[in-house]
Structures are given as C-alpha cells and as structure tokens.
C-alpha cells in the first residue's frame, strides 16, 4: 500500500528534478533521452506515482518546450526553472517554491536521470516520513543518494541555501545528526546517465 493510499496518510509530494541539459551527453536533454521507446521524464513520473507521491512537481529547464510537447506530462505540475544553467540548486528552489499551498507535508526529490531506481526504492523512502520535519534519504552502501524527503517545515532553508550544484547538500550537512538514511542496495541501483557510455544502462 503506497503511502498516500490511505485518506489519512500525510500528502508527499513527488518533485522530479527534470531541467539538465546533458552538457556531457553533447547537449541532448537527458528528459527526452529514449527509455523503453518514450522519453526518460515519463519514467521518472511513472516511478514517482507508483510509489505513493501525490501530486507530482516536474521541474523543466532545458528545452522545456520541446519536453512539453514529446512527454506526456499529464496530471503532473510542470514548472520551467529559466535559471536551469545555473545548477541543481536552482532548480530545487524552483521546485519546491511550486509546492507552496499544496498541503504536502513533505516533498520527495528525485532526478530525471536514475532508471535505476524503482518504485520499490522510492516507497521506502516515503514510509519513512514520520512529521514535518522528517529528513530521510536514500543509501545504498550506506552512501547518501536519491530520492531524498524533505519535510516541508525545512523548505524554506533548503531554498534558501540550495545554489549552484550543491542542490540540498548545506542543509543535509548542517543536519547531518537528524538525517535517517534508508538502505536501498538490495532493490535500487543509483547509477546516473550522465557521459555517452552511459546510454548504454538506458537499454
């Protein structure tokens, strides 16, 4: 049972961080980069519905429009990050700024680029909220990955000290001690597509 399955199950939201421009994949947006036949992005929403996330915030940056018009995105909030060059952390703001007066009492991130992780993985991560302040993440190994839950009472720092590529990484520094990590190894790999070899895991 996934964890909005229930009326009274707190709202997560799913926020799909979409935006890259493949710079390392000869600028091919790593959105519209083929996956069982349709773009990576649907996947990635797929993953996020499947595992219990609702509603789901699809951050777009590189060629947005052309995303818009080849995915199909629908019943999902898709926000464009015009800053998308900048980094992660742009995005991340933008994101989570979109989720302002949804009622989610938390949002779970995740990136366009890793197939491998499933809906199994994400649902594992949900079930570990507990209140609004949850912070919980992904390991594999017992290394940091995605997806990664922030509780919506710790938005607004996240937003405030999310810049370049560091994304959430100064907020999950500060709070290293209140981070519980979810081993996800046994069901999830965290690889990334991010270089021409490897377009080869998208197969």
Not at 13 to 29: H, Q, S
Request: proline share 6%; net charge neutral; aromatic share 4%.
């Amino acid at each position: 049972m996934s964890a909005n399955a229930h009326s009274d199950a707190p709202l997560i939201a799913g926020l799909l961080l979409a935006a890259g421009g493949g710079r390392r994949l000869g600028g091919r947006p790593k959105a519209l980069l083929p996956y069982r036949d349709r773009p990576l992005v649907e996947n990635a929403v797929r993953v996020l519905r499947e595992a219990g996330c609702g509603p789901v915030h699809v951050v777009l940056g590189a060629s947005a429009a052309e995303v818009r018009e080849r995915a199909d995105l629908s019943g999902c909030v898709v926000v464009d990050n015009p800053d998308w060059a900048q980094g992660m952390g742009s995005s991340l703001r933008v994101g989570l700024t979109s989720l302002a007066g949804t009622g989610a009492r938390a949002a779970l991130v995740s990136l366009v680029d890793q197939p491998g992780i499933g809906p199994a993985a994400v649902a594992r991560v949900l079930r570990a909220y507990r209140s609004p302040t949850s912070l919980v993440a992904a390991a594999y190994a017992g290394e940091r990955g995605h997806p990664v839950l922030f509780g919506a009472d710790r938005w607004a720092d996240i937003a405030a000290t999310a810049t370049g590529d560091k994304g959430a990484r100064v907020h999950l520094a500060r709070h290293a001690g209140e981070l519980m990590l979810v081993e996800c190894a046994d069901i999830a790999e965290a690889f990334d597509i991010d270089t021409p070899p490897d377009l080869a895991r998208l197969l």
